[in-house]
């Protein structure tokens, strides 16, 4: 089985810019979640995605935002980039929207702001 | 407050060495869930254990332990025999019964196993 793939790997972006980055799950996972890792902060939940619906969501500026497809694939979308944006942005796949699930994450995006 | 907190930001030990990750958790809540996973230097997180707050029995798997106790609020990691693969960052996070897939991680502890 396929794990969770995440796209593009690396991405260089100038302040101002908006960016999109995409998340596939494993096949058959509906709930899809996002954190931003960084030295400073650690890992921080973004929200989370199930069968389309956002169904919880951090505590983040209104200029990230997401969505999730049919397929259960998800993008999330990051609009004037600030530098503190700089991050690795992690997606999680899980089965079902259990809280006591385990969480299959992906190899992350890490995106830098110039 | 819902918090994670690792208090060893660096750990480094000697091969075969004996090493433990502190994890101490807040919450009011009386249904939640811990998590440790391991963060190689790839990035990707990977999942070791988890735990209900309704279960304190301790884990052993391989080199591996965990003591779960509601009295302290800790949920700690016992690597035995370290070996140099087990060089990464491990993570406790927690979640609860009505935020769905959402974790709540403690900073981290970087563990340096040297041959």
């Known amino acids: 089985k396929a794990g969770v793939t995440q796209t593009p790997r690396y991405l260089i972006k100038t302040r101002g810019q908006q960016v999109t980055l995409s998340c596939s799950p494993i096949s058959g996972h509906r709930s899809v979640s996002w954190y931003q890792q960084t030295p400073g902060q650690g890992l921080q939940f973004l929200f989370e995605y199930f069968s389309e619906t956002q169904r919880n969501k951090g505590n983040f500026p209104g200029r990230f935002s997401g969505r999730q497809f049919s397929n259960s694939r998800s993008e999330m979308n990051v609009s004037t980039l600030e530098l503190g944006d700089s991050a690795l942005y992690l997606c999680?796949?899980?089965?079902?929207?259990?809280?006591?699930?385990?969480?299959?994450f992906g190899p992350g995006t890490r995106l830098t702001v110039l | 407050a819902q918090k994670v907190t690792q208090a060893q930001t660096e750990i480094s030990v000697v091969e075969k060495e004996d090493v433990t990750l502190d994890c101490v958790y807040e919450t009011r809540d009386t249904t939640y869930y811990l998590f440790w996973y391991k963060q190689p230097p790839s990035g990707e997180l990977v999942f070791l254990i988890r735990?209900?707050?309704?279960?304190?029995q301790n884990e052993i798997s391989g080199r591996y332990s965990w003591n779960f106790q509601k009295s302290t609020s800790s949920f700690n990691f016992t690597i035995t025999a370290s070996q140099v693969v087990d060089s990464a960052v491990y993570f406790c996070?927690?979640?609860?019964?009505?935020?769905?897939?959402?974790?709540?991680f403690g900073q981290g502890t970087e563990l340096s196993v040297k041959p």
């Open positions: 735990r209900n707050s309704f279960d304190e």
């Open positions: 996070a927690l979640s609860f019964y009505n935020q769905g897939g959402k974790l709540i």
């Open positions: 999680a796949s899980s089965g079902d929207r259990s809280s006591y699930n385990e969480q299959f």
